[in-house]
């Protein structure tokens, strides 16, 4: 066998090769089967080999692959955009394709910065978000992103965007406190985060909708999402909705900002957009913000070279008729039904498990060595990257999620195609992780009691 010539996350570790996959399974080349429970990074909505998507794929190939934006539109990128906006929440009359969820945050950085100059606030450059929170890799993406596990790679080059404190119950609601109340204080610090940085230079916030690799699925109590609205009304801030991991079905409706009708000025998509298929991204945008580009002459910001080609939108039309045709959100409500009281049972039987969250089909979990304190293990102990390897070991795939000191979190996101006895199987599985995981637990706690 001849030496990789691949760079991989760490040189050194092997890595199995995936070879194929059927449904919301992944075989290896040593024909090992994994269950899919996560969707990859969350991606494969709609699982693997869907011939009906490559073919959709291999019959636009034959046609046209590739056309540039600035010399011609395309029939897929037209149609695309109208299904789109047409799903999404009212006023976002307005799409943008890109190749990433990173690209897409990048886009909405340049429109917002854009939208204030062509309004005469050059001043506005600043994109505030909160400081757990992931919104791509770029340098722009990044410095939104307060995820430290992954900002070092630019060092200083990096702006100190994630400013705001996170919404986050289990770990900062008070004693006593109800959702309710606990959303308004969550939504004024946000406030006072954007008034202490002067809202006269912010263009913009961000958030994800449920907070994902950051935090595990974290879910902000109802009413804190209408309050930022409200915020950002009445600073003359843009808002936006990071929806790459919790867009196009992934928590039961096609968009998450659904659940409380608010709507933002922009909203990202991307990952299950294409379902994996092909690398998609998308920017929504509210009507007022091209009408703006529109009454200035001025042109949209850049994008890239493969921005709206026509091979990765026919890709995405085929995966969103799928997902109308197979009435997958209404699977997404049901399978999270069953996978979520899984859930609860697991947890009454491994009591490190805490915290169990979620929507639709994504849903996840902390692990604590105690749930009076909510003690969490040492960072060192990498709880989360500790369980994803029992579970790759039991053919299972989860998700690490969590930044140090809470790098201890894990994500259940498996294809929103899956069935009942799929669902159960991944329970099961689960279940011997957790005994598994139950014996670390014990030995990290007994350190902890002892330091």
């Not at 993406?141 to 060092?155: E, F, K, N, T, V």
């Not at 843009?238 to 929806?243: S, V």
């Not at 659940?259 to 009507?287: I, N, R, T």
Request: proline share 6%; charged share 20%; with cysteine.
């Amino acid at each position: 066998m001849l030496k990789s010539a691949l760079l991989k996350p760490y040189p050194n570790r092997h890595y199995p090769s995936a070879s194929y996959g059927k449904g919301v399974f992944i075989y290896d080349s040593a024909g090992n089967q994994y269950l899919d429970g996560s969707s990859g990074a969350m991606t494969a909505n709609i699982g693997h080999g869907v011939s009906e998507i490559s073919e959709a794929i291999a019959a636009q190939a034959k046609r046209l692959a590739f056309s540039y934006r600035t010399q011609f539109t395309n029939e897929p990128a037209e149609e695309l955009a109208a299904k789109l906006t047409a799903l999404a929440p009212k006023n976002l009359d307005w799409a943008f394709f890109v190749n990433s969820g990173s690209e897409a945050s990048e886009f909405a950085i340049r429109a917002a910065l854009g939208h204030w100059r062509a309004q005469g606030k050059p001043r506005k450059t600043k994109v505030l978000s909160r400081r757990n929170s992931y919104h791509g890799m770029t340098m722009g993406a990044l410095s939104m992103s307060g995820h430290q596990g992954r900002r070092p790679d630019y060092g200083p080059l990096l702006h100190t965007f994630p400013v705001a404190p996170p919404a986050y119950a289990y770990r900062f609601a008070n004693i006593g406190e109800s959702e309710q109340e606990y959303a308004k204080r969550a939504a004024s610090e946000f406030e006072q985060a954007i008034i202490n940085q002067d809202p006269e230079t912010v263009a913009a916030i961000i958030v994800e909708p449920i907070v994902g690799a950051a935090g595990g699925a974290i879910v902000p109590p109802q009413g804190y999402l209408p309050e930022l609205r409200e915020i950002c009304d009445r600073h003359n801030v843009l808002l936006i909705f990071d929806e790459v991991i919790t867009g196009v079905g992934r928590t039961g409706d096609w968009f998450a900002c659904f659940d409380e009708q608010v709507v933002p000025d922009m909203l990202l998509a991307g990952k299950g957009l294409s379902a994996g298929y092909s690398p998609v991204g998308a920017v929504l945008l509210h009507q007022h913000m091209v009408a703006a580009l529109q009454e200035k002459n001025m042109s949209a910001p850049f994008g890239h070279t493969f921005s709206g080609n026509p091979l990765g939108a026919a890709a995405c039309l085929a995966v969103l008729e799928l997902l109308e045709r197979d009435s997958v959100l209404d699977n997404v409500v049901e399978r999270g039904k069953q996978l979520h009281a899984g859930l609860q049972c697991l947890a009454e039987k491994y009591s490190f498990m805490a915290d169990i969250r979620g929507r639709g089909l994504l849903w996840g979990f902390e692990f604590v060595l105690d749930q009076a304190t909510k003690l969490v293990p040492a960072p060192e102990h990498d709880a989360a990257g500790n369980f994803v390897q029992k579970c790759f070991e039991q053919g299972l795939i989860v998700y690490p999620a969590g930044i140090k000191p809470l790098n201890n979190a894990t994500i259940i996101s498996p294809p929103m195609t899956i069935g009942v006895e799929e669902v159960e199987l991944l329970l099961r599985k689960l279940d011997i992780a957790l005994a598994e995981m139950e014996q670390d637990m014990r030995a990290w706690q007994l350190v902890a009691t002892n330091s």
